[in-house]
């Protein structure tokens, strides 16, 4: 499925003026390039001529885990080890489907270690098997571990459903991410 960077598309057309099918064009009042998914034929010509690298063919699935307590938020004043429960999403084809939620562990952080105990990121990995992203408000010290294996999201809203927004808005920087072997944790607004 193609997906457009909103963080990359500067509006200048080039995509839509190379598609033969009419399959995407420039939304003037957000001023970034849209799809017209029913009329793509998937020959990728638009990608080719974007300068700004900001299309994408998205044909992978990925699991979000996003820490919460209450279902409805993201994890508030704690990082994201600190939740009570992670529910698991699904992405596939521009959507997020939610799968489960899985309880967290508890576990009592050894707070006089300086960069985070190593036990607590063991702990919190055990319960996130098959996950490739995290998503927090906040991420503590073990981020410098848990990036090793998956891709730490911050975001700045507090409710899921807005947050979900987020994320397939910001997927290609994601699934770039993923792929980078020195990951850093990425901050979406
Ligand atoms: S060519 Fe790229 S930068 Fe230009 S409008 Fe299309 S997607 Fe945006």
Redesign the pocket.
Known sequence: MMM?SRN?????????SGCSVNA?Y?DTEKG??VFREDKCIDCCV?IQ????N??KDVREELLFAIGTDDGKTIKQGDHFGMSKIFQIWRYSNGELIFKEERKNVKYQEDETRIHGDPNKAKATSSVLGGVDVLVGKMMGPNIVRLQKKFVPIIVRQSRINETLEILKENIIEIIEEKEKKERRGLILK
């Open positions: 457009i990359r598309c500067v509006g200048c057309g080039m995509c839509a995407i420039v970034f390039a638009c001529n974007c300068p700004q900001a299309i």
